[in-house]
């Protein structure tokens, strides 16, 4: 009998056939047998859910679950949370795969550390190129307290790579914090999900692993499409937004979250040809309510450093700003302001790359 399970590995899936095959010949090189495997079927209608039910017999530890009335990957996520029985889990996505010995190293590490998160790198394919993407933290390898690291606003930190699957968790700190996918959520679900995470103030690793391969450019994605559910970028910001809201370092932090969420509306607004006619309407409508929403006591530290064009595009989608001149965005920000830039390489415990 193989020893019982300590990670889960859930994989919520849906019409992924041409991809499926692939994750889970890379599941079968893990050489631990105490990994479970729960592959979360939402209603396909291709044959995943026949290519996950024959794989099953392969794997020491393996169920397939469907689900019921819910859909989406939040749903799925949260159904394998709920049945998983291992103390540790993690997530894949049905058409991403890993590479040989991820799971074994990255489960070995995360109990060496006795964290409740560790946070790798992945390799981010598109066609047939590949790029490494690394978690924009210097120390790695030992346990820091996450929202030391969230700022500061103006460059990319670890609140802006929200990918859940770039993980593993401790099951028992997310059913504590009650750290579940909004399953309103049809895109964007990691982005608030992962402010949360942050916030919760778990014992957090960052290590020098990458296991995971990211495929972008699916055609079944729903990053694909081009209707009212491409919006949902709102409503996980706004989650976020609230989570930040009711914070004890609100006033420190708000500014990052919603330097966040222009830069997606930023994004989001130039890639808008994408979407259908109706969604490009109410799009341009939701613009304009969340800038609307930006305090004006905030703007100087939530637009510093941000270019002129993106502030003035800003402007003509709805936000408010007095005089842009005043607000001295390019002026250097006292140390009190934001933290210090650093060379990530340069601090302790960071890696060569």
Known sequence: MPPAPRLSVVVPMQDVAPYLPTLLVTLRRTERRDVELLLIDDHSRDDTAAIAEAALPSFPHARLLHLDA???????????????????????????????GYLDRALARFEERDVDVLRVDHT????NLREVVRNP????????????HVLPVHRPTI??????????????????????????L???????????????????SFEDLNG??????????????????????FDSLTHALDAVSADREAD?????????????????????????????????????AVLARLPQALLRKTLVMMSRADVDLLVRLGLTVPDVDRLQLSRRQAAAEVAQDVDPNTLPGAAAR
């Open 252 to 288: 420190r932090l708000l500014p990052k979250v919603w330097r966040g969420y222009l830069s997606i509306l930023l994004s989001q607004h130039r890639a808008a040809e994408r979407l259908h006619a109706p969604a490009r309407l109410e799009q341009a409508r939701r613009n304009a």
């Open 212 to 233: 995971v391969r990211y495929r972008r450019g699916v055609a079944t994605s729903l990053t694909q499409i081009g209707d009212a559910r491409q919006l949902h970028y």
């Open 70 to 100: 819910t859909t989406g990957l939040s749903a799925g996520r949260n159904a394998g949370v709920a049945a998983a029985s291992a103390p540790v889990v993690t997530f894949l996505d049905g058409d991403d795969w890993i590479a040989p």
């Open 137 to 148: 933290i210097g120390v790695r390898g030992r346990v820091v307290l996450a929202r030391e």
């Open 124 to 127: 981010r394919v598109t066609g």
């Open 159 to 184: 609140v802006d790579f929200p990918t859940a699957w770039s993980g593993l968790y401790r099951r028992d700190f997310l059913l504590e914090h009650d750290l579940r996918f909004h399953e309103d």
């Open 186 to 204: 049809l895109t964007a679900e990691d982005r608030d999900w992962w402010w949360r995470v942050v916030l919760a103030d778990g014992r957090m």
